[in-house]
């Protein structure tokens, strides 16, 4: 791996200029110094922190208004991805404490149009046991404070933003279409709980996402989605069953097994991920991306 650390700052751009609204930001160019731009991203969860698909991978700094962002790009089959862990290399960030904001910013920033996520869920049902996997297709928030959208009102600015469908639904099918071919099995739906963390549910808790329609329950995927939305990217995101929810199985839960579970399915999960990107041009041909007839129509007057 190259360690070169590249610079990429937009730090002089029209868009560190906080009274301007989220609409005018997001309609802004790459500032001065840009160095690469890639289409696709995968942002890599609990145990995955290495793509195993680019050569040369670069570090890349990428300093946005929200924070700085760590993270790789290197070139696939002549595409540059680039890769987000979002827990930090060695998983010293929890998922309360990630910069949600910067990390999708950032990826929009590098010209990334879409992203596909891991992650890592416990089970809130006996039938879906670990070692699944779900594409998951809806999600119900469980946050508390988590600084959770672009649209903060800055600059007068009041959005409210379709959630229909949360997940990409291209990118979706197009992770259902790889995982049929690869013969593995899966859930082609799922609703995920996210929680706040960075404690794991109570028996009670997992008792009450099941009756409220919750398949499996993590930590991270909101505010991650919700942003990618906001930003006019595709997200979906391929989770990874690693154990049953507290109150299901007799055992404590711990992290490590959450870890070894994924050790155990990280080569199939990133084979996944290379097949997707092999098959995806960059182009939206879906509803994720900006446009203004159902945006605006969800603005208040
Ligand atoms: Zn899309």
């Known amino acids: 791996m190259n360690e070169n650390v590249l610079e990429y700052s937009i730090q002089n751009s029209a868009d560190t200029r906080q009274n301007k609204s989220f609409r005018e930001r997001r309609c802004s160019r ?3 110094g840009t160095l690469m731009k890639a289409e696709l991203a995968i942002i890599g969860g609990t145990g995955f922190y290495n793509p195993g698909m680019a050569g040369n991978l670069e570090q890349l ?3 946005t208004i929200y924070g700085s962002v760590t993270c790789q790009v290197g070139e696939h089959q002549g595409k540059n991805v680039v890769f987000l862990p979002r827990h930090g290399k060695e998983h010293n960030l929890p998922p309360h404490r990630i910069n949600y904001r ?4 950032a990826l929009r920033e590098l010209g990334v149009k879409c992203i596909i996520s891991s992650t890592a869920v416990g089970s809130l049902r006996k039938e879906i ?3 699944m996997l779900v594409v998951l297709d809806q999600f119900i928030d469980f946050t508390k404070y988590r600084k959770h959208t672009f649209y903060d009102g800055t600059g007068g600015e009041v959005v409210h933003t379709d959630f229909t469908e949360p997940y990409c639904p291209q990118l979706r099918s197009c992770l259902c279409r790889i995982l049929h071919q690869k013969g593995v099995p899966f859930l082609e739906k799922g609703t995920y709980i996210c929680t ?3 404690r794991y549910e ?3 808790e997992v008792k009450l996402f099941a009756a409220w329609g919750g398949d499996v329950v993590g ?3 909101v505010p991650e989605v919700a942003l990618a939305r906001e930003a006019g990217l595709c997200y979906a995101s391929l989770s990874l069953v690693t154990n049953y929810g507290s109150g299901l199985s007799s055992q404590p839960l711990n992290h490590q097994e959450v870890v070894e579970e994924m050790k155990a399915k990280i080569n199939i999960i990133g084979d996944v991920f290379i097949k997707a990107f092999n098959s995806l041009t960059g182009v939206q041909d879906c509803r994720c991306a900006f446009k203004e007839d159902y945006k605006l129509g969800d ?3």
């Not at 910067?102 to 910013?105: G, Q, R, V």
């Open 30 to 32: 790459f500032g001065r």
């Open 61 to 63: 700094e990428v300093n």
């Open 102 to 105: 910067a990390n999708i910013w």
């Open 129 to 131: 046991t670990p070692g």
């Open 196 to 198: 706040e963390g960075p």
């Open 202 to 204: 109570t028996p009670a």
């Open 219 to 221: 930590m991270t995927n």
């Open 299 to 301: 603005k208040d007057n």
